[in-house]
């Protein structure tokens, strides 16, 4: 419907489509909690947060109870620069319907943020079990395993990601760090080399190729 096609026009980039197709549908039909929150969203997204406090408080008004506008005010909240509002809001999202992607995903995020890394790992964890194919989600994963220590659990997310999208410089950089922590020197130049390959720009991986090169003996 056009809400979905609103949501995806957000995923790509394109706010102005999204902003269009939410005032279509509040044109139509002013109450509708979904398309003022999600328009409330966008226009916070996209930098407009005074604008967007009047759809997603409206929004709010309406339906207290809807997973979807407890997300859109968790992002306005993140955007206002209040931590604490939009991690309470994405619970609260997430205690009305856990089984959305966006929702833990969002979760997870902020908890990274907040550094609350164990919750942070138990929210991404699941975001990855509802859509494995997404590496924006097991990076965050895999960060925040790592800052827990469990190394495992990252290297499965890295896994994640590589399956999604092979060769990203972020997972390479995760990789090297990774086997920096566990002292393989081996597993800091293959990784380090890639890394470097795949973004020659960033002297970090340079760094890490000298380090794991000279703990080999070279």
């Known amino acids: 419907d056009q809400l979905e096609n609103a949501r995806r026009a957000r995923i790509a980039g394109d706010y102005r489509t999204a902003e269009l197709l939410c005032r279509e549908i509040l044109d139509r039909n002013p109450i509708h909690p979904e398309a003022s929150g999600f328009l409330g969203q966008c226009l916070a997204e996209h930098g407009e947060v005074k604008a967007a406090e009047k759809f997603i408080d409206i929004?709010?008004?309406?339906?207290?109870?809807s997973a979807d506008v407890r997300l859109n005010a968790a992002v306005l909240r993140e955007r206002q620069g209040d931590l604490a509002g939009a991690i309470k809001e994405a619970v609260r999202a997430a205690e009305i319907d856990s089984?959305?992607?966006?929702?833990?995903?969002?979760?997870?995020?902020?908890?990274?943020?907040?550094?609350?890394?164990?919750?942070?790992?138990?929210?991404?964890?699941?975001?990855?079990?509802?859509?494995?194919?997404?590496p924006?989600?097991?990076?965050?994963?895999?960060?925040?395993?790592?800052?827990?220590?469990?190394?495992?659990?990252?290297?499965?997310?890295?896994?994640?990601?590589?399956?999604?999208?092979?060769?990203?410089?972020?997972?390479?950089?995760l990789r090297t760090h990774l086997a920096r922590a566990e002292h393989d020197a081996a597993a800091i130049v293959e990784n380090s080399t890639r890394w470097m390959e795949a973004d020659p720009k960033e002297e970090e991986a340079r760094v890490a190729l000298a380090y794991g090169l000279a703990q080999q003996g070279y």
């Open 136 to 173: 924006g989600a097991a990076l965050l994963l895999a960060g925040a395993c790592m800052e827990i220590g469990d190394w495992r659990a990252a290297k499965k997310a890295l896994d994640l990601v590589d399956a999604a999208s092979p060769g990203l410089p972020q997972s390479l950089k």
């Open 99 to 134: 089984t959305r992607f966006e929702i833990v995903a969002t979760l997870g995020n902020l908890m990274g943020k907040a550094g609350a890394f164990d919750k942070a790992a138990k929210a991404l964890a699941k975001a990855c079990r509802i859509n494995p194919r997404h």
């Open 59 to 65: 929004a709010l008004g309406l339906a207290p109870d």
